[in-house]
């Protein structure tokens, strides 16, 4: 009986794995789920987390339609059931640091559909329509398929339009639409688009620059069809998008600044401050940071204008920057030109701060009215990396405050960082995410890693960096001052400037920021925070054995991290000495 059973046994097993089949390990299942996640996210373009800056086209635009969303929630859940079924104890590496993540980013994704997110697809900053504009320029046109990519694209902007009206519209009904103040103007942003010619449109853009390998027949054939594009598809949806906004959206824009004033909020801008800054923190300790940073930072700028010798109070030496001719561009030119030789002597002091430094290059444009930012390279190799500076309106622009600026959109901040995510040997998802509170907190962290670079020479240029430090620090208090304690858009513009030398313009862009976009800029002081209380633990740990260029190269040496694994990273990077 026994040996009968054994015989039964051996036979069952022999079906269930023939011979010849091969065991897949743990990493293997992993790294085969992986490559379907990101072939899924492929096919939708739909790609969690990742910079909203980086929008480029690529052939079928993504869906926004009740089905899609419905699709993707449950194809994420699907995965979080596969990949309960694999052993992380059995990774090890990167392998091991990638299912975190993973796992991290599939929780919050699964969280994210029932939030209130998809009802907002414009702020005062941006919207769909500004980053669908705004690609072209942003994405490399070097072979055919390229433009036969961006052609299918540009004919199917009517159902990508169509989609976002109807989200709106339902938003809008909803009662879920943007503060009335802060998206005063906002019709212009679309209304610059409605052109008479498409040859006038951006999306004609890369019919003016073809690279050699395309031949003179396919060069006429692109030109013409983007031509008949643009001016049949494009440009009359822009103008029903108008006339939607003008005549529905913003009757109905919401009268009170705070996100908690629509039902839900409360508990949507709670989830918001979790997602942006991957921690734990309430609204209201978030709030008392910022509170306590202003008054440290506060000091230390007394500090400077008490060795500058200003005759006068912090308020009227936030006046005198504010109104002094000298700390101002006198032209675009001007501007662009201080920025890149800020950028140029940055770079020349990486390799006393890094082993590791990026190959891709990035350059420095003119931004078109929205203030500065950053947009990273495709990771190809065909396009740089690019900090956008505002040039449009010099006074929302002080030269005090340029060399910080620089350094947390350029090197060593956001270029740095970014190219080399999309460099190093990393899972495809690793390197397009982005977490805000690690991206945004490793910009502040390189603003102040500056006073060590030897950038600011001038105390004003100090000064600027100081009142960026505040800046982002105020941010804490406004943010959650408007969405959680009732504050209206007058008070938060009030206390900006009575706390930082930011000019009333910038101010202003500042404010409508947070009540549209609430919570994110909540993460950049949280993430430079944990950044340098892991740089002081690991000092303190090593001694005399600390490598402040290998501290650097862990950091940034892992692409975009949660707080809670980069202390892990951090954790075991020390105990490795």
């Given at each position: ?145 390229n433009y036969d990519n961006y052609l299918v694209s540009l004919a199917d902007f009517p159902r990508y339009n169509a989609e976002h009206i109807a989200l709106l519209r339902d938003a809008a009904m909803r009662g879920y639409t943007q503060y009335c103040d802060s998206m ?394």
């Amino acid at each position: 009986m026994a040996s009968s059973r054994r015989q039964r046994r051996l036979l069952s097993l022999f079906f269930l794995f023939p011979a010849g089949a091969i065991f897949a390990s743990p990493a293997e299942d992993f790294h085969a789920l992986l490559d379907e996640h990101w072939a899924t996210a492929e096919h939708e373009q739909i790609f969690f987390r990742s910079d909203p800056d980086a929008f480029r086209m690529n052939g079928e635009l993504p869906s926004f339609n009740d089905e899609a969303y419905a699709r993707r929630e449950a194809y994420n859940k699907s995965i979080l059931r596969r990949l309960a079924d694999i052993d992380p104890s059995k990774l090890t590496g990167q392998d091991r640091i990638s299912y975190k993540i993973f796992l991290y980013e599939r929780q919050t994704e699964r969280d994210s559909y029932a939030q209130l997110d998809r009802f907002f697809p414009i702020n005062a900053l941006f919207g769909y329509h500004t980053y669908f504009a705004d690609a072209p320029a942003n994405m490399a046109f070097l072979t055919n398929t390229n433009y036969d990519n961006y052609l299918v694209s540009l004919a199917d902007f009517p159902r990508y339009n169509a989609e976002h009206i109807a989200l709106l519209r339902d938003a809008a009904m909803r009662g879920y639409t943007q503060y009335c103040d802060s998206m005063q103007d906002y019709e212009k942003t679309i209304a610059k688009h409605v052109l008479a010619e498409a040859t006038d449109s951006k999306w004609f853009g890369p019919f003016l620059r073809f690279p050699g390998a395309i031949s003179t027949e396919n060069r006429v054939d692109y030109t013409a069809r983007g031509t008949a594009l643009i001016r049949d598809r494009v440009i009359p949806e822009y103008r029903k998008l108008l006339e939607f906004y003008e005549k529905e959206y913003a009757p109905r824009c919401r009268k009170n600044a705070g996100i908690s004033s629509i039902e839900g909020g409360a508990e949507h801008y709670a989830w918001l401050v979790r997602y942006f800054t991957t921690t734990d923190m309430t609204p209201a300790e978030i709030h008392q940071l910022g509170i306590t940073e202003l008054a440290r930072i506060r000091q230390e700028m007394e500090l400077i204008i008490d060795k500058i010798g200003f005759d006068g109070d912090f308020a009227e030496f936030l006046d005198y920057l504010r109104n002094e001719p000298q700390y101002f561009a006198k032209s675009a030119l001007e501007l662009l030109s201080r920025t890149a030789l800020i950028a140029k002597t940055a770079e020349g002091e990486l390799p006393r701060f890094f082993t590791v430094l990026p190959r891709t290059p990035y350059n420095i444009k003119s931004s078109g009215g929205r203030g500065a930012y950053y947009v990273a390279s495709t990771g190809d190799g065909n396009t740089p990396g690019t900090y956008f500076i505002g040039t449009d309106n010099l006074q929302a622009e002080p030269l005090y405050g340029l060399t910080a600026l620089t350094l947390h959109e350029g090197v060593p901040g956001h270029h740095l960082q970014a190219a080399l995510a999309l460099e190093v040997d990393l899972p495809r998802f690793r390197r397009s995410l982005y977490h805000a509170a690690y991206g945004e907190g490793w910009g502040l962290y390189a603003e102040r890693l500056g006073l060590e670079m030897g950038m600011y020479g001038d105390p004003i240029d100090d000064f600027g960096r100081l009142t960026y430090e505040a800046w982002r620090a105020a941010r804490l208090v406004v943010d959650t001052g408007i969405h959680i304690f009732g504050w209206t858009r007058e008070r938060a513009i009030r206390f900006m400037l009575d706390n930082t030398a930011l000019t009333e313009p910038e101010v202003v862009a500042q404010i409508d920021r947070y009540i549209t976009w609430p919570a994110q800029a909540t993460a950049y002081k949280i993430g430079e925070i944990r950044i340098r209380a892991l740089r002081a633990k690991a000092e303190k740990a090593l001694g005399a054995k600390f490598d402040i260029r290998r501290f650097h190269d862990t950091v940034v040496g892992n692409g975009s991290l949660p707080i809670a694994v980069l202390d892990e990273i951090v954790d075991e990077w020390i105990g490795g000495y």
